[in-house]
């Protein structure tokens, strides 16, 4: 008879313990970031930001009282990689996916997470990711179709150039940089010089400069991944080209300007996000990424962070762990840099996982991004 | 006309880069009848060596260098010959052929898992900017890589043809038996051989790291075009590498500039594989004949 009453208490007692394990057991998110190959500069730092935001987070409670679980998985900069690695993300059970940074992995890699309906977040800026019906799709940063445009003005009202020579890396995101680019030059009557593709992870620059050289156009505009910026805008000193050189965000990246040395002094570029931005939770992120890394974050790390404070705000509003519920909060969210430091910006999300908040114009002087110019929303967060 | 001219400089320069690696693969074939095919990452190497003697042990990039050379020579040089090249010389060319494919390999992910994934600073040890003649203008780094390159060239040259040792280590590529006969030693002759590969690489390396950046990657470009250089100059002859990665250099220059960057990059298989058909010996190579 003893031996009957002392099941039920002992069931009782492991069903307790199985929820509360269950209550604890940690949030499993995964990071498909490019660890090596042609992106391990994007990929490394937008995996160091996510640690980064994790480790933050875990600290003060995690997020529902759960703490995070994040792996990071090297796609090698290879797009059937990251396919096969987002299809491990989804038989792991990730509750989001981040990454991959690369526009060519990331649309390879989404079909997997949207089968899954998993929330996946992308550094990619490639203007076709968000144009797919996706809605499990999110970006770090702005679309090329939001940021070319503040380009063109740019090109046009300052730089006062006529024409302009486009050196593009021929993937998913030099490709999509160039169409917008193009469009936006041609919207404000800028004439398109020289249209110089080149391969991902061209180590030799000389023809590309050459050509633009040779066109004499006002302006040159580089839209490459940043090792090769850096070995573009070495060659461009190399040359002696004395003309202005413009870019996004990968131009004047910190580790693009580590490994241009000199060569990247005066080059100028539009960045969504850079550490030298006058906010104080930017300034904040970056003496803690520095602490934490020893070295400066450029924009991909901030991404990898504030993607991940942007999960944490909204489950906290969901107030529950469910990736369907997840996406749909999102879309048509607003989040306050103010209520959460951590997004570092305020940011609006819109029907189709693009982002909009404030960018800058940065130009290099003295080996440090310098922000020249704060500019707008391209429509104002209400 | 100056463009043409800038283009046909800068891309002599380059193409002595690519000579200096072609050189190596003809040396060692000559010597030996070792085809390696990491020697791209016998450039990548040296780089990475150099960054740590100036980056971590904190000299000077000439002591860099130097402490490079010596130990390229004992580790791509000494090394790779006894524990590599010896043992699988005697079954033949394709076993070892495979092995220097897995070596670049090992050699490429070694460096990417225990150093690093991610591209490294290289200073040039040439100034920054351009040297004026009239309307022409190259830079100090062209300049100077030409130079450098041609210099090691000549006094390669050289040692091969003026000197004893040198002659004999001609000897020994020409007939290994009639060498032998001689008196010569031939196996001091064919590390010799090595020795002098594992240095050019170094230099090779000392010229391109500044452009191409110190990656663990950054061998299989040179390491290629190096190769097709090698075949299109004529394997047999050490003139031939150097006819090779200039041609090679220029060419994929003219192209650039004049047809599209985008072509660039194939110039050199185009080359090979024209030569390959039309003369298999190479330009400047000459016929072997092989008892059945």
Same mark, same amino acid.
Request: aromatic share 8%; net charge positive.
């Given at each position: 008879?003893? /031996?009957?009453? &002392?099941?039920?208490?002992?069931?009782?007692?492991?069903?307790? +313990?199985?929820?509360?394990?269950?209550?604890?057991?940690?949030?499993?998110?995964?990071?498909?970031?490019?660890?090596?190959?042609?992106?391990?500069?994007?990929?490394?730092? !937008?995996?160091?930001?996510?640690?980064?935001?994790?480790?933050?987070?875990?600290?003060?409670?995690?997020?529902?009282?759960?703490?995070?679980?994040?792996?990071?998985?090297?796609?090698?900069? +290879?797009?059937?990689? +990251?396919?096969?690695?987002?299809?491990?993300?989804? #038989?792991?059970?990730?509750?989001?996916?981040?990454?991959? $940074?690369?526009?060519?992995?990331?649309?390879?890699?989404?079909?997997?997470?949207?089968?899954?309906?998993?929330?996946?977040?992308?550094?990619?800026?490639? +203007?076709?990711?968000?144009?797919?019906?996706? @809605?499990?799709?999110?970006?770090?940063? !702005?679309?090329?179709?939001?940021?070319?445009?503040?380009?063109?003005?740019?090109?046009?009202?300052?730089?006062?150039?006529?024409?302009?020579?486009?050196?593009?890396?021929?993937?998913?995101?030099?490709?999509?940089?160039?169409?917008?680019?193009? /469009?936006?030059?041609?919207?404000?009557?800028?004439?398109?010089?020289? #249209?110089?593709?080149?391969?991902?992870?061209?180590?030799?620059?000389?023809?590309?400069?050459?050509?633009?050289?040779?066109?004499?156009?006002?302006?040159?505009?580089?839209?490459?991944?940043?090792?090769?910026?850096?070995?573009?805008?070495?060659?461009?000193?190399?040359?002696?080209? #004395?003309?202005?050189?413009?870019?996004?965000?990968?131009?004047?990246?910190?580790?693009?300007?580590?490994?241009?040395?000199?060569?990247?002094?005066?080059?100028?570029?539009?960045?969504?996000?850079?550490?030298?931005?006058?906010?104080?939770?930017?300034?904040?992120?970056?003496?803690?990424?520095?602490?934490?890394?020893?070295?400066?974050?450029?924009?991909?790390?901030?991404?990898?962070?504030?993607?991940?404070?942007?999960?944490?705000?909204?489950?906290?509003?969901?107030?529950?762990?469910?990736?369907?519920?997840?996406?749909?909060?999102?879309?048509?969210?607003?989040?306050?840099?103010?209520?959460? @430091?951590?997004?570092?910006?305020?940011?609006?999300?819109?029907?189709?996982?693009?982002?909009? &908040?404030?960018? !800058?114009?940065?130009? $290099?002087?003295?080996?440090?991004?310098?922000?020249?110019?704060?500019?707008?929303?391209?429509?104002?967060?209400? | 006309?100056?463009?043409?001219?800038?283009?046909?400089?800068?891309?002599?320069?380059?193409?002595?880069?690519?000579?200096?690696?072609?050189?190596?693969?003809?040396?060692?074939?000559?010597?030996?009848?070792?085809?390696?095919?990491?020697?791209?990452?016998?450039?990548?190497?040296?780089?990475?060596?150099?960054?740590?003697?100036?980056?971590?042990?904190?000299?000077?990039?000439?002591?860099?260098?130097?402490? =490079?050379?010596?130990?390229?020579?004992?580790?791509?040089?000494?090394?790779?010959?006894?524990?590599?090249?010896?043992?699988?010389?005697?079954?033949?060319?394709?076993?070892?052929?495979?092995?220097?494919?897995?070596?670049?390999?090992?050699?490429?992910?070694?460096?990417?898992?225990?150093?690093?994934?991610?591209?490294?600073?290289?200073?040039?040890?040439?100034?920054?900017?351009?040297?004026?003649?009239?309307?022409?203008?190259?830079?100090?780094?062209?300049?100077?890589?030409?130079?450098?390159?041609? %210099?090691?060239?000549?006094?390669?040259?050289?040692?091969?043809?003026?000197?004893?040792?040198?002659?004999?280590?001609?000897?020994?590529?020409?007939?290994?038996?009639?060498?032998?006969?001689?008196?010569?030693?031939?196996?001091?002759?064919?590390?010799?051989?090595?020795?002098?590969?594992?240095?050019?690489?170094?230099?090779?390396?000392?010229?391109?790291?500044? =452009?191409?950046?110190?990656?663990?990657?950054?061998?299989?470009?040179?390491?290629?075009?190096?190769?097709?250089?090698?075949?299109?100059?004529?394997?047999?002859?050490?003139?031939?590498?150097?006819?090779?990665?200039?041609?090679?250099?220029? %060419?994929?220059? %003219?192209?650039?500039?004049?047809?599209?960057?985008?072509?660039?990059?194939?110039?050199?298989?185009?080359?090979?594989?024209?030569?390959?058909?039309?003369?298999?010996?190479?330009?400047?190579?000459?016929?072997?004949?092989?008892?059945?």
């Amino acid at each position: 008879m003893k /031996k009957f009453k &002392r099941i039920p208490v002992g069931l009782f007692g492991l069903v307790v +313990a199985t929820g509360c394990f269950a209550q604890q057991s940690p949030i499993p998110i995964v990071g498909l970031v490019e660890l090596s190959g042609t992106g391990a500069t994007a990929g490394t730092n !937008f995996d160091n930001g996510v640690k980064l935001a994790v480790k933050e987070i875990n600290a003060a409670g995690g997020i529902l009282g759960r703490k995070i679980q994040y792996t990071s998985m090297d796609t090698q900069s +290879a797009p059937q990689t +990251a396919k096969a690695l987002a299809q491990k993300a989804v #038989d792991e059970k990730a509750y989001v996916v981040m990454g991959p $940074v690369f526009s060519g992995s990331f649309i390879v890699s989404m079909a997997e997470t949207k089968r899954a309906e998993i929330p996946n977040f992308t550094g990619g800026e490639a +203007a076709n990711i968000t144009q797919q019906g996706n @809605p499990y799709v999110f970006r770090t940063s !702005f679309t090329q179709t939001t940021a070319m445009p503040k380009l063109a003005r740019y090109i046009k009202d300052t730089v006062k150039a006529k024409t302009v020579a486009i050196v593009w890396v021929n993937n998913d995101f030099g490709k999509g940089g160039r169409d917008s680019m193009t /469009k936006a030059l041609e919207a404000q009557g800028i004439k398109v010089a020289a #249209d110089v593709s080149t391969d991902p992870g061209q180590v030799d620059f000389s023809a590309a400069v050459l050509k633009v050289k040779q066109t004499n156009a006002d302006a040159a505009f580089v839209y490459t991944n940043e090792e090769e910026s850096a070995r573009a805008l070495r060659e461009f000193k190399k040359q002696g080209y #004395d003309k202005p050189i413009i870019g996004e965000t990968t131009l004047t990246g910190q580790k693009v300007i580590e490994l241009a040395g000199d060569a990247a002094n005066g080059a100028v570029a539009h960045v969504g996000l850079t550490v030298d931005a006058p906010q104080p939770q930017i300034k904040a992120f970056d003496q803690k990424f520095q602490a934490e890394y020893k070295y400066k974050s450029d924009h991909n790390g901030m991404k990898g962070y504030s993607g991940m404070y942007v999960v944490k705000a909204i489950t906290e509003k969901i107030g529950k762990l469910d990736a369907k519920e997840f996406a749909k909060a999102l879309h048509g969210a607003t989040i306050r840099a103010k209520d959460y @430091p951590g997004v570092l910006l305020d940011v609006h999300f819109d029907a189709n996982g693009d982002l909009d &908040r404030e960018s !800058f114009l940065v130009k $290099v002087e003295g080996g440090k991004q310098v922000v020249t110019a704060t500019l707008p929303p391209v429509s104002p967060i209400q | 006309m100056v463009d043409l001219v800038q283009l046909i400089i800068s891309g002599t320069a380059t193409g002595a880069i690519y000579a200096l690696c072609a050189l190596g693969f003809t040396l060692l074939w000559q010597a030996s009848g070792t085809i390696n095919f990491a020697q791209g990452e016998f450039v990548m190497v040296p780089a990475f060596l150099m960054l740590f003697f100036i980056n971590t042990a904190g000299l000077p990039l000439w002591l860099a260098f130097l402490l =490079t050379c010596l130990v390229a020579m004992i580790l791509l040089g000494y090394t790779f010959k006894r524990a590599m090249v010896d043992p699988l010389i005697r079954h033949g060319v394709i076993p070892l052929v495979i092995a220097t494919l897995g070596l670049s390999i090992g050699v490429k992910q070694l460096v990417k898992a225990g150093v690093t994934a991610q591209a490294q600073p290289f200073n040039s040890i040439f100034p920054d900017g351009l040297l004026s003649l009239g309307a022409l203008k190259v830079s100090y780094m062209d300049v100077g890589t030409l130079v450098l390159a041609g %210099l090691i060239v000549i006094s390669l040259q050289t040692f091969l043809n003026r000197t004893v040792t040198g002659r004999a280590m001609q000897a020994v590529a020409q007939n290994t038996d009639s060498a032998r006969v001689l008196g010569i030693n031939v196996a001091r002759m064919v590390l010799y051989t090595f020795l002098i590969n594992a240095v050019l690489s170094v230099v090779a390396a000392l010229l391109v790291t500044p =452009t191409y950046l110190a990656k663990f990657d950054m061998g299989e470009s040179i390491g290629l075009k190096a190769f097709y250089a090698a075949i299109i100059g004529g394997f047999n002859q050490t003139r031939g590498a150097l006819l090779g990665g200039v041609l090679v250099g220029v %060419l994929e220059n %003219l192209t650039g500039a004049y047809i599209s960057p985008a072509y660039k990059e194939g110039v050199a298989l185009m080359l090979f594989l024209v030569v390959i058909i039309f003369k298999p010996e190479g330009l400047l190579g000459k016929t072997e004949e092989r008892k059945v």
